[in-house]
């Protein structure tokens, strides 16, 4: 390890970690209770997850309580006979408690390390479990509710994020809220502790204490989103769903067989009396669980793999333990799930299920998230205001945001205010006495329909680009770890392709093409989009067979170029390779390196053709008429966008069945979607103008100023060209550039175009009522013929949206790590 990381690292444990027995070592880590920290993972509500080493080497998670929790007696007591009852779980499917200290100066518990991924990425990834996946999942999450209830505690918060996916199985990890049966609590009696959608209707009852049909219930629920990807209950606000759970029959839609679908509908059936112990789910589970389990096949697997390596990895930073020992079979795993380069949720004892705040009464407001554990019955003031037991923060830590006013939550009737995934969220409501009073919002102009949520999911990082596709009543999600298809409407997972460094995606009707780049060459992937296995790649492309043989000491000019491009058209994929060109570091480096097109069957994947082209960076490759257009330039391009960019190099014509060259465009480079085979009017923006252009003959139609910075849909819509830039966003006649309306303060959602998708211009806006240069708050539907606003719709970290799709009345939208689908209100539809 470098010394400044170490460095580091030393200063960052040093920092963070300051229980009693925890010992700064003289060039060596840190202690806690014995036990050597190697890395932080993560931080929740109630305290900090470490990555640490036994004196034996066995890795283990250590979780410290905040400072300001272990000073509050009443938290340090119950603290204290939890870590006492939870060390008497013992089980194969549940994250063990080693050690632990409640009296430290910073409490603390070391819990067995479960490396793996959460049970949704794991279902993710091998998509909806069948029948017989179902029973194995089922037997393994009841043989370990058993050993909770035997050491007699309640878990009371069973859910997907609680479970990790190892190698020897699913296990139950986090009993930070579990309550002794036989105990008196420190809870309070009329406190409901859990989440909603996997909460049971007598944890929200007063006065009823949840015993272990409470856990059936939520097994129940997890059984259910494991085999349809949604929740039993639905999604939206989580007075919404803690309704439905109340008055609702659960929705068993997508649940394989009838059998399954009975079984299910007892374990969630409102009545306790009426579901089936957990020895009857174990036995019956266990009757129809096969001999191989699915975590132990592909690509659920391999996915445990990476996890263990990234733990492996982390360990091999730390300091070694006496006597070489932490090497290791895997007998002793951390608890939750690890990624490699990035903290970690923390999970267990100290995890995210932690209340963090109270529940109001059920009703049409609070954020869509089937995830947040929620509290009811807290105290209440004059005003009505449902105050958060949480402790202050502490004085050398940034206040909380200022909370939304109870009335701007009623007036948004039920909006995205919170974000599903894996974090946990409270749902707060304040009174009416803030945000000017209802004198205040009488005289604010009418706000329009507001669009409805209908989930969310965290889709993890997007550092290198992601993408979003709607293809028919699919979702192509495109992230850093790979390609999921989901429902659009239910958000119900297809399937997931795992790779990394993936860069684009597109169909062509029951295939997907993926792009994937790499340090030696890019490679382009064809899946089947009824099950995303692999029909063809696009192989080694030094041994396409059209490719001329190169000796052994070809100059390095030869070698392939490690970016692609890619288009599908007329029964060929062409695949375009090449290197950057931008900047002169980079010619430098290229050695002279050429572009070079290969083309494929588009079906079957059989090589049909090469061609090479001169020495030159790929700006754009486009295909229309049968023909192949590449753009390419080796000179400095300038500034990207501008009326200069490549405006001297050439546009190299391909006929798309054989690669030979049709013609070259003179000084077409910079617009690849201008040349002979293509038809229609586009339109252009460059630095300072907005064009209309013939495609086919390159004769400019009509043009305009605009200011810079200025983006425009590149096809007109209903007679209609919709341009966003500095000053907002307006719409131009398409015969003859005039403008037709403008709305300043809006801006487009993504970088590229702007959105538009049945009749409606989508855009980021600021909140309705509020000031025009109020940021972007949130999603503004505009009818594309008017200008009007036809709804909108609050959208959490609004000010990073950055990926966007729209199709059949739905909106989706990447804002920072999560993905927002919101419906348009029915009545406010509008028809292209």
Not at 76 to 99: C, I, K, Q, S
Not at 554 to 569: I, N, Q
Not at 641 to 659: F, I, M, Q, R, W
């Amino acid at each position: 390890m470098p010394h400044g990381r170490r460095t580091v690292r030393r200063v960052v444990c040093h920092v963070v970690c300051r229980a009693r027995g925890q010992v700064p070592l003289e060039g060596g880590p840190v202690e806690v209770g014995g036990y050597r920290i190697v890395s932080l993972l993560g931080e929740g509500g109630m305290g900090r997850v470490h990555l640490a080493r036994s004196a034996s080497g066995r890795p283990v998670a250590v979780k410290t309580v905040h400072g300001h929790l272990a000073a509050d007696p009443e938290f340090r007591e119950r603290f204290r006979r939890e870590a006492l009852a939870v060390r008497a779980v013992t089980g194969p499917y549940t994250a063990a408690v080693l050690d632990a200290d409640p009296d430290a100066e910073q409490p603390w518990l070391a819990i067995e390390f479960c490396a793996g991924p959460g049970l949704p990425k794991a279902v993710a990834a091998h998509g909806p479990l069948g029948p017989a996946e179902l029973a194995t999942l089922g037997a393994a999450l009841a043989e370990a509710l058993g050993a909770v209830h035997a050491a007699g505690l309640v878990h009371r918060d069973v859910k997907p994020s609680n479970i990790v996916v190892t190698r020897d199985g699913p296990k139950i990890i986090d009993f930070g809220i579990a309550k002794s049966a036989a105990d008196a609590s420190l809870t309070a009696e009329s406190e409901a502790i859990g989440s909603p959608g996997f909460i049971s209707p007598e944890q929200l009852a007063r006065g009823v204490r949840p015993g272990p049909a409470a856990d059936v219930f939520a097994l129940g629920a997890v059984l259910a989103v494991a085999a349809t990807g949604r929740g039993p209950f639905g999604t939206g606000g989580a007075p919404e769903v803690l309704h439905r759970t109340l008055h609702d029959e659960p929705d068993l839609l997508g649940v394989p067989g009838p059998d399954w679908v009975a079984f299910l509908g007892r374990c969630l059936a409102r009545d306790p009396a009426d579901r089936p112990t957990v020895p009857e789910v174990l036995a019956w589970c266990g009757e129809r669980a096969p001999d191989e389990p699915w975590w132990e096949q592909e690509p659920v697997a391999g996915l445990i793999r990476r996890r263990e390596d990234a733990v492996a990895e982390l360990l091999g930073e730390g300091a070694e333990p006496p006597g070489g020992a932490g090497d290791g079979d895997g007998d002793g795993a951390p608890s939750g799930p690890v990624e490699p380069s990035a903290p970690v949720e923390p999970v267990g004892a100290l995890g995210p299920s932690a209340p963090v705040g109270p529940v109001g009464p059920v009703g049409p407001v609070g954020p869509p998230t089937a995830t947040a554990p929620v509290r009811t019955g807290e105290p209440t003031d004059a005003a009505g205001t449902a105050e958060s037991t949480a402790p202050a923060a502490p004085r050398d830590e940034p206040p909380p945001p200022p909370r939304s006013s109870r009335r701007r939550l009623l007036a948004w009737g039920g909006a995205a205010l919170a974000a599903v995934g894996t974090t946990t969220a409270g749902v707060l409501f304040r009174g009416d006495g803030e945000d000017g009073g209802a004198g205040a919002d009488k005289r604010r102009a009418p706000r329009p329909p507001v669009g409805e949520v209908i989930w969310s999911r965290d889709i993890g990082e997007v550092a290198y680009g992601g993408a979003l596709l709607r293809g028919g009543d699919d979702l192509y999600v495109l992230d850093d770890a790979g390609l999921t298809r989901l429902d659009a409407a239910t958000n119900t997972v297809r399937w997931t392709y795992p790779q990394e460094n993936l860069r684009s995606v597109r169909t062509n009707g029951d295939l997907v093409y993926v792009l994937r780049d790499s340090l030696i060459e890019p490679e382009l992937i064809v899946l089947r989009a009824a099950g995303g296995r692999t029909a063809w790649t696009s192989g080694v492309l030094l041994r396409n067979r059209h490719r001329p043989p190169r000796p052994l000491d070809a100059p390095s000019s030869e070698l392939e170029g490690s970016h692609g491009l890619f288009t599908v058209a007329d029964g060929v994929a062409c695949l375009v390779t090449y290197v950057p060109y931008g900047t002169r570091w980079e010619r430098r480096g290229t050695w002279d390196r050429p572009w070079r097109a290969y083309g494929f069957d588009s079906r079957t994947g059989d090589e049909l053709w090469f061609h090479e082209g001169r020495a030159a960076g790929v700006l754009g490759v486009d295909d229309a008429g049968g023909r192949i257009a590449v753009a390419a330039a080796a000179q400095d391009p300038g500034k990207p966008g501008t009326d200069g960019y490549a405006h001297g190099d050439p546009l190299v014509v391909l006929k798309a069945s054989d690669g030979t060259v049709d013609r070259e465009v003179e000084n077409g480079a910079r617009r690849p979607q201008v040349h002979p085979g293509a038809e229609g009017i586009g339109y252009f923006a460059t630095d300072d103008r907005i064009e209309a252009v013939d495609l086919g003959d390159r004769r400019t139609v009509w043009d305009r100023p605009v200011e810079s910075g200025t983006t425009v849909t590149p096809r007109a819509t209903d007679g209609l060209v919709i341009a966003a830039g500095p000053g907002g966003v307006e719409a131009l006649d398409a015969d003859t550039g005039r403008k037709r309306w403008s709305r300043p303060g809006y801006e487009w959602i993504e970088d590229g175009v702007p959105l538009v998708s049945d009749g409606l211009v989508l855009v980021s806006g600021p909140e309705p009522g509020g000031a025009a240069d109020g940021g972007a708050w949130g999603v503004h539907a505009l009818r594309a013929r008017t200008g009007e606003v036809a709804w909108a719709a609050p959208v959490p970290a609004a000010s990073r949206m950055t990926l966007a799709a729209a199709h059949d009345g739905l909106l989706h939208i990447c804002a920072d790590r999560t993905l927002h689908t919101i419906r348009a209100p029915r009545k406010t539809a509008v028809r292209s």
